[in-house]
């Protein structure tokens, strides 16, 4: 996947991760960059095509597909994080959590999968995360949320290899944006993420690691669960 000369999509742009991945994108000499989001207004990058986009909202992005034929590269980095546990948290908080972060993105796929197939094939990357892979107390909704759709980036990867679209998938711990504000942790800058994640891209990878906690967390995957959550183990 080149960027030079792609037409990108990128849900959430503005701000966050979103927001340095159209600045980076047209850095990289994309002829495009549709820079969507809930409330266009708030959008203020200039060089983007402003389009207003929901990935709640199934005809909101029926819409945008419409609007943005010439799309080659889509970018599902819209997410929220509502920092609710699954026995205790308000199931409709977490029904939401999985609308934004799985079913909105697989939206987004299934509306412009035939737009990417239209214009040679193109790309698809999904912001998944370190917690795709483990849970932690506090946080268990968007962890669920986010290891279906890594299972989902690894789906569509199978159904859209015959039209000729790639897909990858970038695991990320926290990261400097106002997601992680609240924590007083060790964070990656966000440009620095964007840059790995296009780099991943022009690579060809199918699955970005981007920093150490997620290459940490994916290698505990092969050992015994205990040694990863040792407070689960009973007392002996």
């Known amino acids: 996947m080149k960027i030079a000369g792609s037409v990108v999509l990128v849900t959430g742009a503005n701000r966050g991760m979103g927001r340095h991945y159209v600045e980076q994108l047209l850095e990289r000499g994309a002829a495009k960059v549709y820079a969507t989001a809930r409330r266009p207004e708030s959008v203020d990058l200039p060089g983007a095509e402003v389009l207003a986009l929901d990935v709640t909202d199934p005809e909101s992005v029926r819409a945008a597909a419409a609007a943005a034929p010439d799309v080659t590269f889509v970018v599902n980095n819209a997410g929220i994080s509502t920092g609710h546990n699954l026995i205790t948290g308000d199931l409709a908080v977490i029904r939401q959590e999985l609308e934004t972060n799985f079913f909105g993105p697989l939206t987004v796929v299934r509306e412009f999968a035939p737009v990417l197939a239209a214009n040679g094939g193109g790309a ?14 506090g946080a268990n909704s968007y962890s669920v949320a986010k290891a279906a759709e890594w299972s989902m980036t690894n789906g569509i990867r199978l159904e859209l290899i015959g039209q000729g679209t790639y897909v990858a998938g970038v695991h990320i711990g926290l990261v400097d944006t106002d997601m992680a504000a609240g924590l007083d942790l060790p964070k990656s800058a966000p440009a620095d993420i964007v840059r790995i994640a296009l780099d991943g891209i022009e690579a060809g990878l199918i699955e970005i690691v981007a920093d150490d906690w997620s290459a940490h967390v994916k290698a505990s995957l092969s050992a015994d669960p205990a040694l990863f959550y040792p407070q689960t183990v009973p007392a002996g």
Request: aromatic share 14%.
């Open 124 to 137: 698809v990357l999904n912001m998944l995360s370190a917690l795709s892979w483990f849970s932690a107390d």
